[in-house]
């Protein structure tokens, strides 16, 4: 994890605001401090909206010299959403918003951030997106439906209902699957792995042990040995292909 005095003075924040047929929605954007040319990371969020972790996140990715970039999902139903798991009122919220949520559009949404990602003021034209609970469900639909140059996935939950998508994943992708996570249960992780094995275009690594949402800063279930591990698989992955 960056010290946060490190990241005031290595980069600099933003909003970008995105159009699609039926309304617009606002972008976080975390830029590198210094550097012309840079590949862009869309960061997609979990159940809580962009809040303080995931812009954690976008910062961190800025700091190593991205251009991260996180779109506000649950535009239509709450814009601006922001919640904390250690607010009990908040999971209830969350999760509503969850339960109401149309992937098809959000695939949409995220394929516009996409699109609008590529010809931003210092991108590269190189994206990656990578999501967390429901932003790996969407990294995942993303990844099988639209396109982008490289996908990470953390423990996307209800995955295994879409299993069978894996075959149209056509860029790689890496997921990252908690073996104790309480969302993704022992069949629908062995379904998720079978049918990823068809696929060599998908790298998947399981952390035993750990609960769902193991990588969310300053979480619950933040595990200190698992969550560098699979963010240094990230790092590395995203190195090699944007």
């Not at 924040?13 to 990371?41: E, K, M, Q, W």
Request: contains cysteine; hydrophobic residues 40%; negative net charge.
């Amino acid at each position: 994890m960056i010290k946060s005095d490190y990241l005031k003075e290595h980069i600099m924040t933003d909003t970008l605001t995105i159009d699609v047929a039926d309304g617009s929605f606002n972008c976080y954007v975390a830029r590198p401090r210094g550097v012309a040319l840079a590949p862009v990371i869309i960061v997609l969020q979990e159940i809580f909206g962009v809040n303080a972790g995931i812009r954690q996140i976008a910062d961190e990715y800025a700091a190593q010299g991205y251009i991260a970039v996180a779109p506000d999902l649950f535009w239509r139903a709450d814009p601006g959403l922001s919640l904390s798991e250690q607010q009990p009122g908040d999971w209830a919220r969350g999760f509503a918003l969850y339960s109401a949520y149309d992937r098809q559009q959000g695939v949409g949404d995220i394929a516009a951030t996409v699109r609008t990602a590529r010809t931003i003021a210092g991108a590269s034209g190189k994206v990656g997106v990578t999501g967390y609970c429901l932003g790996g469900l969407m990294t995942y639909l993303t990844a099988a439906r639209t396109d982008a140059d490289a996908f990470v996935a953390y423990y996307g939950g209800a995955t295994e209902d879409y299993a069978q998508e894996a075959g149209n994943v056509g860029m790689p992708l890496l997921y990252h699957l908690a073996e104790q996570d309480e969302y993704i249960g022992t069949e629908a992780q062995r379904a998720i792995r079978n049918a990823f094995a068809t696929n060599p275009l998908i790298e998947l690594y399981g952390y035993p042990g750990c609960n769902h949402a193991f990588a969310r800063p300053n979480g619950s279930h933040y595990d200190p040995v698992a969550a560098p591990l699979a963010n240094a698989r990230t790092a590395a992955f995203f190195k090699q292909y944007l």
